[in-house]
Structure formats: structure tokens, C-alpha cells
């Protein structure tokens, strides 16, 4: 039997969720600063911002497998510390052109306490309160997400990429020390030696495949929107700040259903299977409506602002219900595993959905990207919908 909780001291994991999240696009958003000032190509800002990202897809499976290991709290506290010595150097050196260096730092640091963080949420809960826990838990990352780019560029407006990152060590080194002081020890549990084959076959069973590829398909729709929805208001002669509050509506959505729909989970009123599929859907539809903007200031702002209505709603729908699915149906002695195994897979969504939509509106248009995209997580949802969610592979 897990250890159970109280509310209150998950509140240091929620932390460290926005801590990853603020993190990653508090930098990204103001990179292109760094660009303009003449420090870098566009190529070179590319790679700035991939290597987040990639140093997380590489390591989150490996530190997720450590966690087990040797339980999630030390994996915890030691990739948040790593965060914030990261941060720190990067302020002590004084170099800008370190900012690379540092970024990768920070990711494979993230790579650590999150996956952590993820197994001490279903751990440290019931499994009739994960639905309610992992819902927090995504809308504090979506917090982090949403409030990075405009806090992020605050600090470096008032006072350079020292003090953002000066920002990001404090911040980390404070969540930190209260995981430290709140988060009860969740020592290794005892578990069957797993070899390569029986990981293979966990790995690729049904129960896991499914939620994975609903959590993909939901990020790559928030990434898209957050990305592409802002084009689609400026074809439509829309001004910054209407294409900005669109996408802040898109996020806040996203954050305020996500303990709604976790809720619902845990009340039974929600399926997993079918919950996913609808917000699959969901997030589909908005996608299609953006696809339909035009160059009408009107019938623009109308399309955006339901499109980011349904795409905020479908992806914090998702989100809870995959997690406390692949959380109730792993064994706890897998759990660090499945959740590195299962961040890469909606890291592949974050970048993969981004590509496939600028691909297909490089051919031709962007509502035929937006289009592609819907047709792409409505064919995911209908085969959720047609088949039983089944556990995860317990090997």
C-alpha cells in the first residue's frame, strides 16, 4: 500500500511542475531577443531552443528508471538543485553565450525531477484521488507555461538574462527546500528483475500505447494552438494583443478544466477511454475551426476564440485522465519508468504536431495544416473511443 499524503504536502510537486515548466519557456520566449541582438542565426536559435527539449526526450526515461531505483524523492531534490546550480552558473560566469550551455543544463536537470515529481503524485495518493492530483498538476505547469513568456521577459527587460536566471536558481533552490521538508520519503519498492524483453512488451502494451498517444496528440494540439493560432489571427488582420488574449484564453481553459476533469475521474462521472477521446475531439474541432479563419477581422475573432474554447478544453481533458489512467494501471515499482517513458512521448507531440502543421501549410495553406492536424487526432480519438483502455502492463 502507497503512502498517502495530505493535500497540502503535494502542493511542493505541483511546485515543481511550474518550476519546468516556467523554466522552459520563461528562456524560450525571450531568445528571440537574443537573436535580434545580433548573437546568434536563426539556425542557432533553433538549436537554443531544441536543446531543452531534447536533452529532456533523451534522459527523462533514464531518470525515471532511477527513481525507481532508488526512490523518487533524492531524484527529486537532487534535479531540482541541479536546476538551480545551472541557473546560478550561468549568472556567476556573466556570459551570454553560455545561454546554450545553460539551457542544456536545465534540461537534463528538468529530465530528473520531473518524471520524480510525476511518481511521488500517484505514489504519494490514493488511487482514488489521482484523477484530482494529476488535474493540480497540470494546471500548475500550465500556469508555468502561461505566465513564462511574459514574466520572462520582464526580468530580462529589466535587468538582462541574469536576473531571469538569477530568478529561475531562487526559484528552484526554494522548491527545493520545501520538497525537502514536505515530501514524506518514498523508499524503492521491491520488484521482479524486468528485462529488456519484458520492458519492450510493457512498453508497447495497449493500456500504455493509448493514454501515451492521447497525451501526445493533446500536446501537440496546445502547441500548435499557442503557436499557430496567433498566425491565423494576423492573416485575419487581427492585432497582437487580440492574438495574445486568444492565446492566454487557450491556456487559462486548459488550466482551469484539468482539476475539473480529475474530479470528475475520481467521482466516476469520467472513463478514461471515452473522457480522452472526447477531449481528443475536442481539441480536433477547435483545430478545424481555426482551419476555416479567413481574412475577416469579425469572423476571425469569432473562429480563434472558440477554437481556443475547445482545444483549452480538450487538452485539459486529456491530460489528468491519461495520467491517472497509466498511474493506476502501473505497478509502483515502475511508476518512475512509465512517467519518463510517457513525458517523452508528449515531448514527441509538443515538437512533432508544430512540424506537421508547418509542413503541410509550407505545401499549401495553413488551414490545410490546422485541417490536417484535426483529421489526425480525430481518427486518434475514434480508435480510443472503439477499444477498452486497458491497463498498462504490469510485467
Do not use: C
Request: avoid cysteine.
Amino acid at each position: 500500500m502507497s503512502e498517502q499524503v495530505r493535500p497540502g504536502r503535494a502542493a511542493p510537486l505541483f511546485a515543481a511542475g511550474f518550476v519546468t515548466a516556467f523554466g522552459a519557456h520563461s528562456v524560450a520566449a525571450s531568445l528571440g531577443g537574443f537573436t535580434a541582438a545580433g548573437h546568434a542565426s536563426l539556425l542557432a536559435l533553433g538549436l537554443l531552443l531544441a536543446v531543452y527539449d531534447g536533452a529532456e526526450i533523451v534522459l527523462k526515461p533514464v531518470f525515471g528508471a532511477l527513481a525507481d531505483r532508488i526512490g523518487p524523492r533524492p531524484v527529486l531534490l537532487g534535479g531540482l538543485l541541479a536546476f538551480a546550480a545551472a541557473s546560478a552558473a550561468f549568472v556567476l560566469a556573466d556570459n551570454t553565450a553560455l545561454v546554450g550551455a545553460t539551457r542544456l543544463l536545465q534540461g537534463a536537470a528538468a529530465a530528473a525531477f520531473s518524471p520524480a515529481a510525476g511518481a511521488l503524485v500517484a505514489r504519494l495518493q490514493p488511487s482514488a484521488r489521482h484523477g484530482r492530483a494529476f488535474g493540480s498538476y497540470g494546471a500548475w505547469k500550465g500556469l508555468g507555461y502561461t505566465t513564462g513568456p511574459l514574466l520572462g521577459g520582464g526580468l530580462v527587460t529589466l535587468g538582462g538574462y541574469r536576473l531571469l536566471f538569477a530568478t529561475l536558481a531562487v526559484l528552484a533552490l526554494a522548491v527545493a527546500v520545501w520538497a525537502a521538508a514536505a515530501v514524506p520519503s518514498a523508499p524503492p519498492l521491491p520488484k521482479i528483475r524486468q528485462t529488456i524483453a519484458d520492458l519492450a512488451r510493457r512498453l508497447t502494451a495497449v493500456g500504455f500505447v493509448r493514454p501515451t498517444v492521447a497525451l501526445a496528440g493533446s500536446t501537440a494540439a496546445l502547441s500548435v494552438g499557442v503557436g499557430f493560432l496567433p498566425v491565423a489571427g494576423h492573416h485575419a488582420g487581427l492585432p497582437p494583443l487580440a492574438t495574445g488574449a486568444v492565446v492566454s484564453l487557450l491556456a487559462l481553459v486548459a488550466a482551469v478544466v484539468q482539476p475539473w476533469a480529475g474530479r470528475a475521474r475520481d467521482a466516476g462521472r469520467i472513463g478514461d477511454g471515452p473522457g480522452m477521446a472526447t477531449g481528443l475531439l475536442l481539441a480536433a474541432a477547435g483545430l478545424g475551426v481555426a482551419a476555416f479563419t479567413g481574412d475577416s477581422q469579425v469572423t476571425g475573432w469569432i473562429t480563434l476564440v472558440v477554437a481556443a474554447l475547445a482545444v483549452g478544453a480538450g487538452t485539459g481533458l486529456v491530460t489528468p485522465l491519461g495520467f491517472a489512467h497509466l498511474a493506476a494501471n502501473t505497478p509502483q515499482e515502475r511508476l518512475g519508468q512509465t512517467m519518463g517513458a510517457a513525458e517523452v512521448g508528449r515531448e514527441f507531440g509538443d515538437a512533432g504536431g508544430p512540424l506537421l502543421v508547418g509542413a503541410i501549410a509550407a505545401a499549401a495553406t495553413l488551414g490545410a495544416g490546422l485541417g490536417g492536424l484535426a483529421v489526425l487526432l480525430g481518427a486518434s480519438a475514434a480508435l480510443l473511443a472503439r477499444a477498452r483502455t486497458s491497463p498498462a502492463g504490469k510485467a
